[in-house]
């Protein structure tokens, strides 16, 4: 079976598409170089032709012939393979042609004919014919100096198999190298599929094998990684969530149940007084009020759900998120008061632009505003503010002086239903984060909590959301 992989592997696949262009490229460089040693084998075969013919011109004609007929043991034979004399009615007179080759045309161009040797092999020869003075004045003959083109096939013979010997080794070593990556890469593949095996049989903490490479699959791992470390979270808190809300649920439930049989008492007595009627009605008021927080908690969830499956980003927009800090400090102004708390809004020289949905954002800005009044005592300060950093960059915060939040809580808060130590005496869902925190995630945001560190406080918070910069395509949108 791994054998059988090893041959089906991406890398073994890229190995032999990569041989196939190394060959392909091998022999279009074979045929280039073909190309231009017969190019150069016709000009300089056209050139001794000429050459040749030149200087037999210039010989007597007694001595032209002695020429051809010694041309066996003279320079000649190097450069020509066929020389011979004919007359003008194209009957031999000397040389090594007894024939007057088929097809040759009377004329000053090359002419490219097949020539049968006088052992009878059959060649391609590059043939001249030129007009000499004949025995007798005012005879002509005709002189035809021939050259084969064995020089080509020799050389190109020898091209053939010096690419043949070249591609060999280029070939192997090309098809060892696949198969040792592809082993490496395969063995890579077996380590994640077993670490997927372990992970449907139930192992969510299990996660892919990375390496130092930084290799495209180093890169699918840690993707992968990063789904499984959010899809952990996720099943994490669904398998909480049933718990979480009958346990934040049960209790106000019971609350009412008791207030109800309280309130079933009274209406049995037979004295309806007007205290009786005055327990009734505040019975009543604590029944209503629990079963709204009831139906707020649900509410809310259902909200969180909404916001995390990416419905809401079709209402993104370029926005300023000056106005809507005032109007949402103009709203808690009146509930800041009667808590006797300061509510201000640091004022920002012009606009703050981001990209995002107002009214998602005004529920980031009340979930806040409401937790930094819960928690801060009767003559703290809430306040306000937003701006710009260095990378264009929006932010807006919100800071408080009241009882803070632990180093080692700060992420737990996030979630949902978390009540921390210091506020589980409060009134609330533990949802109005889980809200910001889905909010934060759909705007592609941070969301960074600190310490108020400014002069003269003891305590406090500071929720400061940064937003990306706004891009081309936001714009285009």
Known sequence: MFRSDLFRTAAFRLTLGLVGIIVLGML????????????????????????SASVLMQEAPGDLEIRLKERSTSELRVFLNAAALFDKNRHPIVGDMKAWPAGLKFGPTMQKLSFVLPDHSVTVMRFLVVEVPGMQPGRTRLLVLGRSRHMINELWQVAQRSALFAMVPVVLFALLAGMVLSRRALGRIT??????????????????????????????????????????????????????????????????????????????????????KERFERAMGLCQRDLEQCFSIITALLRIGEIETGQRRVGFQQMDIMPLMMDMADLYEPIAEMQGLSLSVVPHE??????????????????????????????????????????????????????????????????RFYRADKSRHIPGSGLGLSLVAAIVRLHEARLVIEENNEVGVMSGTVFRLIFPAITAEDKAA
């Open 28 to 51: 279009l460089e074979l045929g280039l170089l073909y190309g231009q040693i017969s190019t150069y084998e016709k000009l300089r075969t056209d050139d001794l032709l000429r050459r």
């Open 191 to 276: 380590k994640m599929h077993s670490s997927i095996e372990q992970i449907m049989k139930g192992q969510m903490r299990e996660r892919l094998p990375v390496g130092r490479g930084h290799d495209e699959l180093d890169r699918l791992a840690g993707s992968v990684n990063r789904m499984l470390d959010r899809l952990e979270q996720l099943m994490g808190e669904m398998r909480d969530v049933g718990n979480d809300i009958a346990h934040d649920l049960r209790t106000p439930l019971a609350r009412v149940q008791a207030r109800l049989d309280r309130v079933n008492a009274v209406a049995q007595s037979l004295d309806p007084s007007i205290e009786d």
């Open 350 to 415: 012009g606009p703050v632009p981001l990209w995002g949905d107002a009214d998602l954002l005004n529920e980031v800005l009340a979930n806040l505003l409401d937790n930094a009044l819960k928690f801060t005592a009767a003559g703290g300060s809430v306040t306000l503010r937003a701006g710009c950093n260095e990378l264009a960059e929006a932010w807006f915060e919100v800071r408080d002086t009241g009882v803070g939040i632990a180093i080692e809580e700060r992420n737990a808060v996030m979630g």
